[in-house]
T-cell receptor, first 118, second 112 residues
Framework: DAGVIQSPRHEVTEMGQEVTLRCKPI?????LFWYRQTMMRGLELLIY????????DSGMPEDRFSAKMPNASFSTLKIQPSEPRDSAVYFC????????????????FGPGTRLLVL | SQQGEEDPQALSIQEGENATMNCSYK?????LQWYRQNSGRGLVHLIL?????REKHSGRLRVTLDTSKKSSSLLITASRAADTASYFC????????????FGTGTLLAVQP
């Protein structure tokens, strides 16, 4: 398996523009997580899905952020409009509730999207 | 915040020495996991210890868990330059989810 795939790997945009980050989880995984990592705040959970349904979006910072998972193999995180304080590395991770026990509780991370909003 | 705290924030050692990192958390957990993050990369799972376990080994890694003190430690023995990375603890508070809360991380530098 190719692991969790994220695109783009780097994104530079101007304040006010819409940004869309994409994630393809590991095939067969039923949980998908979106995280944001900054020096100041560390690794923050933004939202997670189970079987394509959003379960907890309490970490989404503002209405400017939205996430969707239209099917089991694709998710997007959208920021509209973007602001300089959104600059961070955004990670997607997936896990499976069907694996053998220790693997079941393990999250597999993508390489991240490094976002810079000017 | 439920976020775990790790100490030290940064650690620099010589190759061959042992490295110990500590993690404290706030409420009862189902399990605690350790992840490694190399610069510019995603996190990689290292080891998981359950709330009813006190110690676990995996290769050069040793993890301990003290639920009475709500703390865990990660020991890397005979460190190598390739161990240079940030290390995070992550707590699973149970329930019907796979949700984890990550700590603040320890940046380990192993000097060759």
């Amino acid at each position: 398996d190719a692991g969790v795939i994220q695109s783009p790997r780097h994104e530079v945009t101007e304040m006010g523009q819409e940004v869309t980050l994409r994630c393809k989880p590991i095939s067969g995984h039923d949980y998908l997580f979106w995280y944001r990592q900054t020096m100041m705040r560390g690794l923050e959970l933004l939202i997670y899905f189970n079987n394509n349904v959003p379960i907890d979006d309490s970490g989404m910072p503002e209405d400017r952020f939205s996430a969707k998972m239209p099917n089991a193999s694709f998710s997007t995180l959208k920021i509209q409009p973007s602001e300089p304080r959104d600059s961070a590395v955004y990670f997607c991770a997936s896990s499976s509730s069907w694996s053998q026990q220790e693997e079941q509780e393990t999250q597999y991370f993508g390489p991240g999207t490094r976002l810079l909003v000017l | 915040s439920q976020q775990g705290e790790e100490d030290p924030q940064a650690l620099s050692i010589q190759e061959g020495e042992n490295a110990t990192m500590n993690c404290s958390y706030k409420t009862s957990i189902n399990n605690l996991q350790w992840y490694r993050q190399n610069s510019g990369r995603g996190l990689v799972h290292l080891i998981l210890i359950r709330s009813n376990e006190r110690e676990k080994h995996s290769g050069r890694l040793r993890v301990t868990l003290d639920t009475s003190k709500k703390s865990s430690s990660l020991l890397i023995t005979a460190s190598r330059a390739a161990d240079t990375a940030s290390y995070f603890c992550a707590t699973d508070y149970g329930g019907a989810t796979n949700k984890l809360i990550f700590g603040t991380g320890t940046l380990l530098a192993v000097q060759p």
